[in-house]
């Protein structure tokens, strides 16, 4: 059975820092590594989407990385702002296209 | 561009009474339709998914049921509710089994 692992739970940082959010999973069968947002009381909003063959994806301050292998991915914010404070998911979805989750970790950037 | 949207957004129901959430993803054919549920603070747990009309796949045994009567229309639903059913629902949508994940905004079900 998959299990996907978000460290740390929650993160605290002042605003400009570079950071780096964790996520690892147990099975390296994978089709893809997907990470979102989600904001309180509201859906997740995909970020990244990393395909099994890949090794990273980029997109404006953000940059995931993929090694499968090792079951492990990170998500790098660059600069970071007020406006990212949220709270970041990964998922990994397997052979039969069902997906699983982190419980995620919860990032507050202070200004 | 492909929409999803679910409904209502917020629901309070007393324990024992029936449910029904709806949610339809416009711009796409065949998708992949999924029901999840977040408990506060944590990650989410499938409950349910559908490659096709009719097709449903039951991932938790528990109290409630899904049903896709057509192509892009996924319905979440109860003939009683309990109590642990309380949580934040959503509805997702993919092209095929290794395509990206798009949610729908979320149904909050309040059990009392």
């Known amino acids: 059975k998959q299990e996907v692992t978000q460290i740390p739970a929650a993160l605290s940082v002042p605003e400009g820092e570079n950071l780096v959010l964790n996520c690892s999973f147990t099975?390296?069968?994978?089709?893809?590594l997907q990470w979102f947002r989600q904001d309180p009381g509201k859906g997740l909003t995909s970020l990244l989407l990393?395909?099994?063959?890949?090794r990273e994806q980029t997109s404006g301050r953000l940059n995931a990385s993929l090694d499968k292998s090792s079951g492990r991915s990170t998500l790098y914010i660059a600069a970071s702002q007020p406006g990212d404070s949220a709270t970041y998911l990964c998922?990994?979805?397997?052979?039969?296209?069902?997906?699983?989750f982190g419980d995620g970790t919860t990032l507050t950037v202070k200004p | 561009s492909q929409t999803i949207h679910q409904w209502p957004a917020t629901l309070v129901q007393p324990v024992g009474s029936p449910l029904s959430l709806e949610c339809t993803v416009e711009?796409?054919?065949?998708?992949?339709l999924y029901w999840y549920r977040q408990a506060a603070g944590r990650g989410l747990q499938l409950l349910f998914y559908?490659?096709?009309?009719?097709?449903i796949s039951s991932e938790v045994p528990q109290n409630l049921s899904a049903s896709r009567p057509q192509d892009r229309q996924f319905i979440l639903s109860s003939k009683k509710l309990l109590l642990s059913d309380s949580g934040f629902y959503l509805c997702?949508?993919?092209?095929?089994?290794?395509?990206?994940?798009?949610f729908g905004e979320g149904s909050r079900l309040t059990v009392l």
């Open positions: 997702a949508w993919a092209a095929g089994r290794a395509g990206e994940l798009f």
């Open positions: 099975d390296s069968a994978i089709y893809n």
């Open positions: 990393i395909q099994s063959s890949q």
């Open positions: 998922a990994v979805t397997g052979n039969a296209g069902k997906s699983t």
């Open positions: 711009g796409t054919s065949n998708p992949n």
């Open positions: 559908s490659v096709g009309i009719g097709q």
